[in-house]
């Protein structure tokens, strides 16, 4: 019975996301569903992508959260479209949210959607809200086992960010291991390392978003 | 109909929750639910809890992961009874899990029992699985904004463990702020704060967890 629920649910969230998938495509809009933890970083580095693209790239960003505008006013302050959605609760983005999210975009402007879904290493990997490709951040003090733990996440990602490089020496996070179980996961995933704190590898991460669109 | 679905599932799960308390009642067995973020630092704090513990409380764990034992395996090595759930891509543990796993543990030599729950900031807190309180993990690194955009774990639990606070000089983490916001979302939360790299303040919530038997 309960997985007769689930699948109903998921189908009908399915049939959404293409029908989002379509229209994104049709507008030629890249949308990138991006992904982790709390606290792993995902506004700060949005923050810095629009720092630095957004005179080049025509970009909009959709935030989710719990509760509070907190991020959508973050991402205000760098005069791009956004859009913030409160799932009152909800432990992820689904394809109607992202929907109802969108009229109120200017879709004929836009090159790139970012959509930064709810703090979670678990749910958001299971609902496809018919962006081009996910995108999960993991952070350094996170620990090196999350990948072997929460293996969904990495696996439907084209790439991993490992987050806050800059604090790796005070602690045991081993970046071999990490890439190595990484590669188990999901062969062809793109490993990024960056630092919010000091901008190291914003210009790979900047430059494998102009290389999607 | 999606929130009738949702409705029954809870009001079975609560059920299931109620028998299990009313067991760890007659038993005279105090449950934690442990909670946080992935790599909050939940099993790094229940193994300094172990160590300074086990020779005066009869602890057992209970050990959520999505996949992979290695949690329990570290638990494992302090020579405690620990049950490995595997919810294969469930994102928080429920009552009945919890059912299955005391069956394998000798409930009349036990004075506590931890759960350590999926790492996740959302679902954990809305599923009661018979415990006597709730406890959240939130590191130092995942940011102080956190109480606010994830209210419910941080109303739901008793104590809040702030851990690696031996990162603080290295975020822009703002402690009072932090302690504002829990307090305002829950008056009579206690705050403790911890490292389990230098073992800070672990004395304090073995103190805490003594008083609560």
């Not at 007769?4 to 959404?16: A, R």
């Not at 929907?99 to 836009?110: G, V």
Request: aromatic share 4%; hydrophobic share 40%; proline share 3%.
């Amino acid at each position: 019975m309960k997985i007769e629920v689930m699948k109903n649910i998921l189908s009908e969230n399915d049939k959404i996301a293409e029908e989002n998938r379509k229209l994104f495509n049709d507008k030629k809009i890249f949308v990138i569903n991006l992904m982790g933890s709390p606290g792993s970083g995902k506004t700060s580095l949005l923050e810095l992508t629009l720092a630095k693209l957004k005179d080049e790239i025509k970009i909009a960003v959709i935030e989710g959260d719990l509760f509070t505008a907190k991020d959508a006013e973050r991402i205000e302050n760098h005069n791009v479209p956004v859009v913030q959605i409160n799932t009152a609760g909800g432990c992820h983005l689904d394809a109607a949210m992202v929907k109802r999210a969108i009229e109120s975009l200017d879709l004929d402007s836009l090159d790139l959607i970012i959509v930064e879904n709810v703090g979670n290493l678990v749910c958001p990997a299971e609902f496809d809200v018919g962006e081009n490709c996910k995108v999960v951040v993991l952070s350094i003090t996170e620990g090196d086992d999350k990948p072997l733990k929460y293996p969904l996440i990495f696996k439907e990602s084209a790439v991993t960010i490992l987050n806050k490089i800059d604090l790796l020496k005070f602690t045991n996070f081993n970046l071999n291991s990490a890439r190595e179980d990484l590669t188990t996961i999901h062969p062809n995933i793109k490993i990024i390392e960056t630092s919010c704190t000091n901008s190291n590898g914003i210009d790979e991460w900047c430059k494998w978003i102009k290389n999607s669109l």
